[in-house]
């Protein structure tokens, strides 16, 4: 009787470490477009290298998600380094607006405070930006912030579409205006309510009222349909809002491949990629799940 009861503790110890090799990865994202994108590109990296994988992409904002990896409740979502900002009381706003700085100074808070590891992130920056109709970039070649204080301190015609919040608000247009240089006037401003970066894109590809420029985010899918650049910020006006996995770190030890699974398909999601990718589903209408698919196959990451 004694060795029965001993083989079968044995048993049951053995099926709970296999149970615990074998517990999924529960992958979120959040609610907005690129978002979904992201973590159905995950789910479907992880799902086809044999990770067990529980999808819950689309799992609700920042705050939700934030605290459902905190607390256990997801493993893994995509996140952006700017918002360690916010995580992270106290840190000088200066590091968030470097590139490198930013994402070892959140890696290292995070993990120090959260056990949550931060992995590759895609060299693309969806922050608040100024965009131009391409026609007009072309032409006088503006391609950054600088270019475009030079047109508008020359007189060349400027005529900005942008949220209340966006022409008032000291962090946004007029940090702009004081790092770069030039002055707009309320006649070369068109104010739309609201923050709908889809209103103001609108207005410049349309030249509504003779818009020409317009507030953006960096990785907006409508840039690349509504033709119309992001102008670059040289001086680090804004915080750099770069997306990556992060993940909690006793995940990480249970499926450590998922750093080398992951870590190219990021590193492939440059600016114009992302935009192109969000515009399928943003603009025309395709699913998350199917324009991560193709994308993943086109470029050889999934057979």
Known sequence: MKRALVCMVMVAVL????FGADKPVVVGSKIDTEGNLLGKMIVKLLTARGIPVVDKVGFGTTSVVRKAIIAGELD????????GEFFFNGTDPGVWKDEAKGYQTVKKLDLDSNGIVWLTPAPANNTWAIAVRKDLAAREKLVTLDDLARYA???????LAGSEEFISSAAALPAFQKAYGFSLKNSQ?????GGNTALTEAAAARGTDGVNFCMAYGTDGS???LGLAVLTDTRGVQPIYEPAPIIRKDTLARYPAIDSILAPVFKSLD?????????RIAVNGESADAV????????????
């Open 76 to 83: 893994l979502y995509p996140e952006y380094t700017g918002n």
């Open 271 to 279: 600016l114009t990629t992302l935009q192109s990718l969000n515009a």
């Open 15 to 18: 099926a709970g470490a296999a």
């Open 223 to 225: 840039l690349f349909s």
């Open 189 to 193: 401003l068109v104010s739309l309510s």
């Open 292 to 303: 991560a698919a193709d994308y993943l196959k086109q470029k050889g990451f999934l057979q």
């Open 153 to 159: 301190n020359a007189g060349g015609p400027v005529k």
